[in-house]
């Protein structure tokens, strides 16, 4: 019996040096560093390929996942560059999770570094219907 569908959460903050230390290679799921490099992966697919320990939280309700996703950008307020408004980001995460997508997104903060919010759907994805889920 396949698992409902589902979004596992997944926070990366770290320098963006570490992004491409030297290349990208790392972040690729042939790479034999990339289950344990703690920096984001290249496809946003591929977080289904990390360690189940990775996972920030998992939702089945996209209004519980927009609730997480906005509150992750709220508690990051402060190390955001620029300005980014969080009610429009509420709205179009439960309509992005409701289809059955992936909400993903980018910033980069302070001190050279880069945050990295993602709702990643699961059970299927829709890209890559052939990975599993990592809480088996």
């Not at 034999?32 to 939280?57: C, G, H, N, Y």
Request: glycine fraction near 8%; hydrophobic fraction near 40%; charge should be neutral.
């Amino acid at each position: 019996m396949a698992a409902r569908p589902h979004h596992h959460a997944y926070i990366w903050l770290g320098h963006g040096d570490l992004l491409v230390k030297p290349g990208d290679a790392h972040r690729r799921p042939n790479h034999k560093e990339f289950r344990t490099a703690q920096v984001m992966p290249l496809e946003r697919a591929d977080w289904l390929l990390k360690p189940a320990s990775r996972i920030e939280a998992t939702f089945h309700v996209p209004k519980e996942g927009a609730d997480w996703y906005v509150g992750q950008l709220a508690a990051y307020d402060d190390l955001i560059a620029g300005s980014y408004a969080v009610e429009p980001a509420y709205e179009e995460t439960v309509r992005v999770l409701s289809a059955g997508e992936d909400r993903v997104g980018g910033w980069w903060v302070t001190g050279g570094r880069f945050l990295s919010l993602n709702l990643i759907a699961c059970s299927p994805h829709r890209v890559r219907p052939d990975y599993a889920c990592p809480l088996g």
